[in-house]
């Protein structure tokens, strides 16, 4: 045989055994699971897993960065996010603060609401309630009665504050400290409320204004501090009050939170509320020794308050306080001799939450 028929006689057998076995090749490339090297590039499987990869981290890049706006846009007063209109986690935290204590003409109040506002909803416009409570007829007194105790609280926007204690701005904030503008009504002390008062007259209605500050730690405890000035009629003094509360306890149906606190007092404030002038004296009938009370501080107290969620949007909230009333504040024949040094309160608040949209 020639050359050339053995070439072409090799590349005919060539030709056939190629085309017998391409076939079986190309459907064993597309029936067997393999690994795609990197020299050979990715496989369309693979292809697919990375753009559905890369969506992912760009859904989970965009919630991160709308959580972050969220936080530099909240400015509020310190607080634990609530359990009281339905369950939130610990994990849910925003900024707990603001301790709602309240001092009330006769500090009847005093603690209560030490923690309402660490427990009331971030989304909170307005909370109202209404319960009996038993208490001192004024502060000092060891007369105690029955009375109707309404509540309202309101919140605008993580930013003002209104509820028994006052009116609170929250101007500044950052790291969860608050500070900013604060501002009360004190009612008045009236002679009529206590025949140990009588001769004594009133203590008129009192405007406070004044500042807070308020911080917050461990996403349990906040410490807050008021300085307010009678600016209006009244005692025309200067009370500063610290509190300090805990979150003690949760559950998705009970919350617990304690709450201590002191006050100071200027000597105007002291002169209004514990002081008997002579003349004061004479008008009781000589049954108030003449007294000066000076500056200080006045009482330290303890206060619990419980929280019971009864449904999405109500809450049952018993509570107890306890006051000592320190050093010569207890002295005066007011206390002294008609009352006692010893206040304690206690009732309970039915609760009913609201939301508004003022978008």
């Known amino acids: 045989m020639s050359r050339n028929y053995m070439i072409a006689k090799c590349i005919s057998v060539g030709f056939v055994v190629f085309s017998c076995t391409a076939p079986g090749f190309a459907q064993q490339r597309v029936d067997e699971p393999r690994l795609s090297p990197m020299l050979f590039g990715e496989t369309e499987k693979e292809r697919r897993e990375k753009i559905e990869q890369e969506k992912a981290e760009q859904e989970e890049a965009l919630k991160i960065s709308q959580e972050q706006d969220k936080d530099m846009q909240t400015l509020d007063e310190p607080r634990l996010r609530p359990l009281m209109f339905g369950p939130q986690s610990l994990d849910e935290y925003d900024d707990p603060n603001a301790n709602r204590i309240t001092l009330g003409e006769e500090d009847d109040n005093r603690g209560f609401f030490s923690a309402l506002n660490f427990l009331v909803p971030e989304t909170t416009n307005l909370s109202i309630g209404v319960g009996p409570v038993y208490e001192p007829d004024y502060f000092g007194s060891d007369d105690y009665e029955f009375d109707v105790d309404p509540q309202v609280y309101v919140k605008f926007r993580n930013f003002l504050f209104l509820d028994d204690d006052g009116f609170d701005v929250a101007l500044f904030g950052f790291s969860g400290f608050a500070i900013g503008p604060t501002l009360r009504l004190r009612a008045s002390r009236k002679e009529d409320d206590n025949p140990a008062l009588q001769g004594l007259g009133d203590v008129g209605t009192t405007f406070e204004f004044g500042a807070f500050a308020a911080t917050t730690f461990l996403n349990r405890f ?3 501090a008021k300085a307010r000035h009678g600016i209006k009629t009244g005692h025309r003094g200067t009370v500063v009050d610290a509190y300090v509360t805990a979150l003690l306890f949760r559950t998705d149906a009970v919350s617990l939170s304690a709450t201590a606190q002191a006050s100071w007092v200027g000597n105007n404030y002291a002169d209004a509320y ?8 004479l008008a009781s009938g000589g ?3 003449v007294f000066d009370a000076d500056a200080g501080i006045r009482d330290f107290g303890v206060s619990a308050t419980a929280y019971i969620n009864i449904f999405e949007r109500w809450s049952l909230n018993p509570y107890a306080t306890y006051t000592y009333i320190y050093n010569d504040f207890a002295e005066t024949p007011i206390i002294r ?8 309160r206690v009732g309970f608040h039915l609760m009913r939450e609201f939301q508004f949209n003022f978008d």
């Open 287 to 289: 049954r108030l020794a």
């Open 274 to 281: 514990f002081s008997v002038t002579p003349e004061q004296s």
């Open 337 to 344: 001799d008609f009352g006692d040094r010893k206040q304690f």
């Open 222 to 224: 906040a410490v807050k």
